[in-house]
């Protein structure tokens, strides 16, 4: 079932409906963005709960490497949209497949992002928190 579109991003284009994008040039290929680049694919979809889970299949195949076998290119590697296609076609027909399975895997993958998330906001602060008593030395003498 396929509730999806997949294309090539032309700058200057607005999408109706919802969507994400895929890097698709450099070693971070197959990462999905919210905001689209220069060397970009497009996927589309009708409503936002489609988007869900198919943005974090893509996440989660950037994350694990899987495109890189895929990488065709000797100075600046990229994956062909054909390529991108039909492996991308694949997993999301293995996810329906495992849906139940797929859904808890995203709640955990959304959990950690925001952890993550979190844990870089306090080693800014630390690293802010040092820097300003580091400041006090310099300006007491």
Known sequence: MKNFTIKSHKPNTLYLGTHFFIL???????????????????????????????????????????????????????????????????????MLREHEQHLKNVQALKLLEQKETQFHENLQLISDMRKVILYRYINNK
């Not at 709960?49 to 996440?59: I, K, N, S, T, V």
């Open 24 to 94: 698709n040039k450099g070693l971070n290929s197959g990462k999905p963005l919210n905001e689209p680049c220069a060397n970009c694919f497009v996927v589309i979809f009708s409503n936002q709960e489609d988007q869900d889970p198919y943005y974090w299949l893509a996440y989660s195949l950037w994350k694990s490497s899987f495109w890189h076998i895929h990488l065709v290119g000797s100075v600046i590697p990229f994956i062909r949209i054909e390529e991108f296609k039909k492996h991308f076609f694949e997993k999301t027909t293995a």
